[in-house]
Every structure is written in structure tokens, then in C-alpha cells.
């Protein structure tokens, strides 16, 4: 059963994940905290840049990686590095240590290998793979997440991370793979917008198993999953 919670408002769904990291970053030991890429996450950054959460959160505390990344300079435009930084992590006392980035710029056969290592170096394993405190997960229109596309994504592959060519562009990516983001204690979907709004329908009505969509297979097998919703993402789901 999946959990949905829906608010009215864009800040209001992002100023409860916000609440959320402010608790995390209260314990008392370095959490380990993925980010989605992508366009919807902005309004959180933006969010989390200013009083009351940029001052709130012990910062220190908190460790950022991402579900994936474009293969692409960290200044280039399309960078999901590149856009948390300029909206966030440029403006709070994060750590430049506590910022393990994909390094999009480099030849991906070997960041692929460097990205997986960093992760099993840092984080703290549960069934022989990092095991992340927190994943926030975005979905795009044809339910993607991370980069793993529908009809080209391995929910058994062994590896931690992949090398993925976007089915339409066909822009080199980097990704976690579904089996090392299922691992972690929580999975949050966070989507916004009426574009989205179908696919939630779909998902919402329909045992996962029938659908061919990422986001509906992507959950955390023994932690927890929640889709984040805004109205307009949940127009269709709520009567
Ligand atoms: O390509 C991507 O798309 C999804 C969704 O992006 P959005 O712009 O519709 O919010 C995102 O979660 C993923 O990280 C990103 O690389």
C-alpha cells in the first residue's frame, strides 16, 4: 500500500519535506540524504536556502548525493549538481565535504566505478549495499525516475550504479540503480503539476506489477515509500 500525501500548495508539499530535514539533521550522526534532479525540486532549494530551515537545520549533519546525473559539465544548465548548488548549497553552511556529487564531467565508464565506490566507502551497509537514510525521487511525464526509463531498466542488475542513454536525446546519464535505491530506509516521490497528474492516476489505480513505469516499481523493500503530491499532481486521484 502505497502512502499518498497531498497538499494544496507547491510550498506547502516542500515546506513539509523541508520539516523532514530539519528532524534528520537533529540526530546526532552524519545522515545520508539522495536528491532527485530534474526541474521540481527547485522550489524545495529555494525553500530550504532561507529562514527558518537555512538556520534551523544543523547542516553538518546531513550528507547529499544524487539518484543520478546528466553526463555534463557541473555548470552546464542541464546539471542537477549544478542546480543545487546555485539554489542551495551556496547559500547555507553545508560543508563542501558533505556534498558527494557525480562528477558528470568526467568519462563516464570510469565515474560509473568512482561514484559506486564513494557510496560503499561512506555509507553504512544493510544487505551487503549502501543503505541511504533518505531518497527523494522525482517522476517525469513518461514515469521515470532517476534515469531509469521505462522498457530499459534491469530491477535485478547487481551493480550500484549504470550508465544510461536518455531514450529520446540520447544524453549520456548516470543512475542509481533500482536496487540500490530500494534498499534505503525511506523513499520519498516528490511531483508536482497537472502534467504529472495521469501517470499518478495510473499508478494510484493500478497494482505496480502491471505498469511499466520506474516510479511505480522503485520502493523501499523494507523501509518506507510516500508520494509528495501537489493538487494538481492529485487532481485525478483525489474525489
Ligand atoms: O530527467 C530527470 O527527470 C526526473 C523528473 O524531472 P522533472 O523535471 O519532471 O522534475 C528527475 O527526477 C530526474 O532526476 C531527472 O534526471
Redesign the pocket.
Known sequence: MMDYRTFETPQQVVESLANSLVEYSKQDKPVHISL??????KLLFKVLAKAPFSTSIEWGNLHFWW??E?CVAPDDAES?FGEAQALLFSQVALPTENIHRILGEDAPEQEVIRFAQEMQDCIPADNGLPCFDWIL?????DG????LFPGQTDYNDQNMAIIVQ?PESGQY?ISKTARLLANAKRISYLVMGEG?AQVIKQIHDNDDAALAYPAAQVKASQGKTEWFLDADAAKLING
Not at 532527485?36 to 525540486?41: A, C, F, M, Y
Not at 521515470?144 to 534515469?147: E, L
Open positions: 532527485s534532479g530534474g526541474s521540481t525540486p539518484g543520478d546528466r542537477n525521487l522525482g517522476m517525469g511525464g521515470h525516475t532517476a534515469s536518455h546519464r504529472k
